[in-house]
């Protein structure tokens, strides 16, 4: 069966698919969580600069007959017009079955601009709606067409700054995002160990605690924050350096070898993960499904972890229905991460928008969706009435 069309569009802000509308804590305010210009002083404590002015993007894929997918990613109006005019008409015409045959095409095809970055959020999109058409076709989860369930459950962990509210809603490892970053020298050193050190004594020993340093640092300062932290037994170090510092990586492995290190999230295509698979930079990797290149991308990341008896721990890996069915189908992903900005009281279900047919975790676990495709239950028409 052939490919019919594919078109994207903007999501209309505030439609339930806008996760950006979500309600919100003020738990990152004045801190440096999620800010990529810590480094500055005059930019440290402001905030996250993590949200864009641009809405998501759906992307909608055809195949003849009238089966169609759905496919999300970021920053629609950049990437928009990359799926429409220059992803689309090259996949047309294409076996809707042929993932893989279409993911390379379009990876070779990016390589005139540079796959990484706004363009591979636009393959993200396009490789989701193709497999949510697979399965549709097929009349299966997508999970089974990736291989699994290699579980049957995934063991979720959950990120975000109410601790007492994630432990009373059953996770049983919780991660930080590090409130303060270089800028502000020993006194970030000092915050964030005094924040590591009372979230230990709150989660007890019986859980495992990460840190997430998504502001971007260098290596002087993230081997004394790892010096800080060692005591309180971290059982990862996540975003700790610029995404392409590909030599800083190996820095740090060397100046903290004892230290458990996780990136990945603003890694594009597996080329990366290859490359710190090969120099045992990075123990588990985090690619986002949706900005990475799709499903099709997370299935070869997953096997070069496992060539290199590597971890995977899918980027908000269980906030969205395609994260939920590559982290239910992979072998090689050992934790499913929920990102929770809602506040003490809210229930998860009401937290995130999930998407409506999508599944949320209970008491730390989850399982996903087993309808076909990624189970998203939305028809055509509220999809197009969603749109801008
Ligand atoms: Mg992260």
Redesign the pocket.
């Known amino acids: 069966m052939k490919i019919d069309r594919i078109v994207a569009a903007p999501l209309r802000p505030g439609c339930a698919l806008d996760r950006a509308t979500s309600p919100r804590t003020s738990g990152g305010a004045g801190t440096d969580a999620g800010n990529t210009l810590a480094r500055y002083r005059e930019f440290s404590g402001a905030g996250s600069f993590h949200d864009t002015a641009w809405p998501p993007a759906l992307c909608l894929a055809f195949a003849e007959g009238g089966a169609w997918g759905m496919g999300l990613t970021d920053a629609a109006d950049p990437v928009v017009p990359l799926i429409n005019d220059f992803l689309a008409p090259l996949a047309v015409g294409e076996n809707a079955m042929a993932t893989e045959r279409i993911w390379d095409l379009m990876f070779r095809h990016a390589s005139r601009y540079g796959v990484g970055g706004l363009a591979s959020y636009a393959i993200s999109a396009v490789d989701l709606a193709l497999w949510d058409l697979k399965g549709k076709l097929l009349g299966r989860p997508v999970y089974e067409l990736m291989g699994g369930p290699a579980r049957d459950r995934i063991c979720c962990y959950a990120?975000g700054w109410e601790v007492d509210w994630l432990l009373e809603c059953g996770f049983g490892a919780i991660?930080l995002?590090c409130p303060l970053a270089e800028a502000r020298g020993v006194a970030a050193l000092d915050a964030v160990e005094a924040l590591v050190a009372g979230t230990r004594d709150a989660v007890g020993d019986g859980r495992e605690l990460m840190l997430?340093?998504?502001p971007v640092g260098d290596v002087e300062f993230m081997v004394r924050l790892a010096e800080r932290l060692r005591p309180y037994r971290l059982k990862w170090l996540?975003?700790f350096l610029y995404p392409e510092d590909m030599a800083g990586f190996e820095d740090m492995r060397r100046r903290a070898p004892w230290q458990t290190l996780?990136?990945?999230?603003?890694w594009f295509t597996h080329l990366p993960f290859g490359e710190a698979a090969a120099r045992r930079t990075i123990d588990i990797f985090?690619p986002d499904i949706r900005w990475v290149g799709g499903a099709t991308a997370c299935l070869k990341i997953g096997h070069i972890a496992e060539g290199a008896g590597l971890q995977v721990a899918i980027?908000g890996g269980v906030n969205d229905s395609y994260g939920q069915h590559a982290c239910h189908a992979m072998p090689s992903n050992t934790w499913g991460?929920l990102f929770v900005d809602s506040g003490p009281g809210v229930p998860l279900e009401e937290g995130w928008r999930p998407t409506p047919g999508m599944a949320v975790p209970k008491d730390g676990w989850l399982v996903p969706s087993d309808a076909p495709g990624f189970g998203v239950e939305l028809g055509l028409d509220e999809l197009e009435d969603m749109t801008a």
């Open positions: 990120t991660k995002a997430d340093c998504w996540e975003d996780a990136t990945g999230e603003r985090q980027h991460e």
